[in-house]
């Protein structure tokens, strides 16, 4: 457009300061984005809590924040009889976060279990779990409810819990329902190897935030019943970090790895690393495909992550000697027979 005449000479003015005009609205965008990021990181730091800008909750919705499920959020075939007794649907059939979340874990953790009991029941004709460290049995009632259920043979559940209390409440819950298919032992995961209450072999191992060495007895439970698959989600793994705290002075001087767990901190959290992979090794070195992942839906909590292994009847020699070599590298050796390979 010509800029001829006062009025046009304006326009052509206006359209000449846009890119300039432009500039400044997006630093003004960038200054105010950065502000609010800002707000919202003070407030989170404050009191744990984004701060809410949505709308105030009705005082009904506020109260205990429950409505009833979707039906997406449980799976066809549920009981929901079971749900309220185990308290993840209120008696009116409604559920809350805490609820949600707690039934959104169990069905991810059912999600990658359920294939391996539909692989051992075709093969075998019948399958049989043990849930180590079971305390309220959430996860053996949703399987058996979803799987078990409907089974006409010899399939089992092993629910195994050395809180008496925990156990006498999930055995008056399996007969309220009818799941003769349950039993609840009251037994550490230790006394569970050598008891005369379990059968000689078990097809499936389950493990889910069994404490401290309770996760290693469960994988010695494992080898020694000769599961075919095994499921664990470690818990507060103290053992090796407190051997390398032992013999960090030791191995300053002579192994440079210590600075991985000179301080503290990282005392702690690289022996709970370290822990698991040396589980995965010792898997691997009695002939199991190992395989490692995040549970969903857990990552709130640093235990989140699954391990599953599944026995093929792989090569041992390698992972036994690189296990070997971990326990040697990091001055681990007193833990050789925790961490044994034959």
């Not at 304006?10 to 400044?24: D, E, F, N, T, Y």
């Not at 080898?223 to 470690?234: S, T």
Request: charged content about 25%; glycine content about 6%.
């Amino acid at each position: 457009m010509p800029c001829h005449g006062r009025r046009n000479e304006s326009v052509c003015a206006l359209l000449g300061k846009l890119p300039l005009l432009q500039l400044r609205v997006q630093r003004l965008a960038h200054i105010h984005a950065n502000k609010l990021r800002f707000f919202y990181a003070f407030i989170l730091r404050s009191t744990g809590k984004a701060p809410n800008t949505m709308a105030k909750k009705s005082p009904a919705s506020a109260a205990g924040n429950a409505d009833a499920p979707t039906k997406h959020e449980i799976r066809p075939g549920q009981s929901i009889e079971l749900l309220k007794e185990l308290h993840i649907l209120t008696r009116d059939g409604k559920m809350n976060q805490d609820s949600r979340r707690k039934l959104k874990q169990v069905y991810h953790l059912f999600h990658f279990i359920e294939p391996l009991l539909a692989d051992v029941h075709a093969r075998e004709g019948s399958v049989s779990l043990a849930d180590h460290g079971a305390g309220k049995s959430y996860l053996g009632f949703i399987l058996y409810d979803l799987f078990f259920k409907t089974l006409r043979d010899r399939s089992h559940i092993y629910g195994i819990e050395f809180r008496e209390e925990l156990v006498t409440k999930s055995k008056e819950l399996a007969t309220r329902l009818g799941f003769d298919g349950m039993s609840f032992l009251n037994l550490s995961v230790a006394e569970s190897i050598t008891s005369d209450q379990l059968p000689d072999s078990i097809d499936i191992v389950t493990a889910l935030h069994a404490c401290n060495t309770a996760t290693d007895d469960a994988i010695q439970f494992a080898l020694h019943k000769k599961a075919k698959y095994i499921v664990v989600v470690p818990c507060c793994q103290a053992e090796v970090a407190s051997v390398l705290r032992k013999n960090k002075g030791h191995s300053l001087s002579k192994n440079v790895l210590t600075e991985m767990w000179r301080h503290p901190l990282h005392t702690r959290e690289f022996g709970s690393q370290i822990t698991n992979v040396l589980r995965c090794l010792q898997l691997e070195s009695h002939g199991y495909q190992v395989s490692v992942t995040e549970l969903v839906g857990w990552e709130h909590s640093m235990k989140n992550e699954l391990i599953i292994a599944q026995f093929k009847d792989l090569p041992r020699g390698k992972p036994a000697e690189r296990l070997s070599d971990v326990l040697e590298t990091l001055g681990l050796d007193e833990l050789r027979e925790r961490f044994f390979t034959h």
